[in-house]
């Protein structure tokens, strides 16, 4: 079965510091992958999807994401951490030929030290 | 453009009661689902629906029901609330690709149910 998991609970970053997000799948097909966030009291937002072509893929919010097949994992990262990043992060499997179905990890919230 | 739009925002709601929930999205989206948000466990589908008129289960949809009779309305029911269903709850829309993949989903900013 598809599953999506973040390792990290929580994870707290001075401001300017660089992040990184872990995130592993387990999926045997051609996986389609998410990254989205969620602000406090909010509902999600996409920050960048991987489907096909090159592993590296930008986001918004000065975001990208690396996907490495040979380690199942699609990390997000980020080189310079702003306050207004503080928020959970969600990475997620996009389930083939089934109406779009996402399956969620975790999630991941990240804390930001002034 | 209101985007997707989630009615009632709160809701309290006794053991055994009943409640809907309605989405709403503008876009004219074909796609639309119903997830469940609870600490530690991520967003976990409930229903989603394909297209006006259809409907299908996801992980989690005992106890709940669904309905999408006009294509920019998905309506979610409790019939019977219990106390395990005390959750927020999350809808969003996708323009919904012919082969729905790799769509961006559209959320609502959600409704926080408790059931006492």
Redesign the interface.
Known sequence: AQS?TQPD?HITVSEGASLELRCNYSYGATP?LFW?VQSP??????LL?Y?SGDTLVQGIKGFEAEFKRSQSSFNLRKPSVHWSDAAEY?CAV?V???????I????TELSVKP | NAGVTQTPKFRVLKTGQSMTLLCAQDMNHEYMYWYRQDPGMGLRLIHYSVGEGTTAKGEVPDGYNVSRLKKQNFLLGLESAAPSQTSVYFCASSYGLRTGLGDTQYFGPGTRLTVL
């Open positions: 999506v609970i389609y989205y009291g909010q509902g999600l937002q996409l999807k489907f969600f996009e083939n030929n089934q109406g779009g179905k996402l969620f990890g975790q999630g």
